[in-house]
Nanobody, 124 residues
Framework: QLQLVESGGGLVQAGGSLRLSCAAS????????MGWYRQAPGKQRELVAA???????NYADSVKGRFTISRDNAKNTVYLQMNSLKPEDTAVYYC??????????????????WGQGTQVTVSS
């Protein structure tokens, strides 16, 4: 069964750090782009950071210089290192992956898959 399992969220004081992890499992043939999104109460989900299979990265302006996205292709895992956290970073963080999977037919299919979300709360 295809899964994206996130971990690492929690409560931290402003200025602190957290590291999120997202591990993909299942009949995965390859993982293309992976990313982290977040959604604060009453707001739309927004892109935080993304990384391609080749390692190219993209960040929201609000997190540049504070957050770092990385991936371990051997472990099918993407990470988000969050430093200098601010109260406005408080949100549910979701992992996203563009996956090529081996279907039951044996054919390759592409899916845009989401994790269940992990809460990050930054207190002032």
């Amino acid at each position: 069964q295809l899964q994206l399992v996130e971990s690492g969220g929690g409560l931290v004081q402003a200025g602190g750090s957290l590291r999120l992890s997202c591990a993909a499992s299942g009949s995965i043939f390859s993982i293309n782009a992976m990313g982290w999104y977040r959604q604060a109460p009453g707001k739309q989900r927004e892109l935080v950071a993304a990384i391609t299979s080749g390692g190219s990265t993209n960040y929201a302006d609000s997190v540049k210089g504070r957050f770092t996205i990385s991936r371990d292709n051997a472990k099918n895992t993407v990470y988000l290192q969050m430093n200098s956290l601010k109260p406005e970073d408080t949100a549910v963080y979701y992992c996203n992956a563009d996956l090529t999977v081996v279907a039951g037919t044996g054919l390759l299919e592409e899916y845009d898959y989401w994790g269940q979300g992990t809460q990050v709360t930054v207190s002032s």
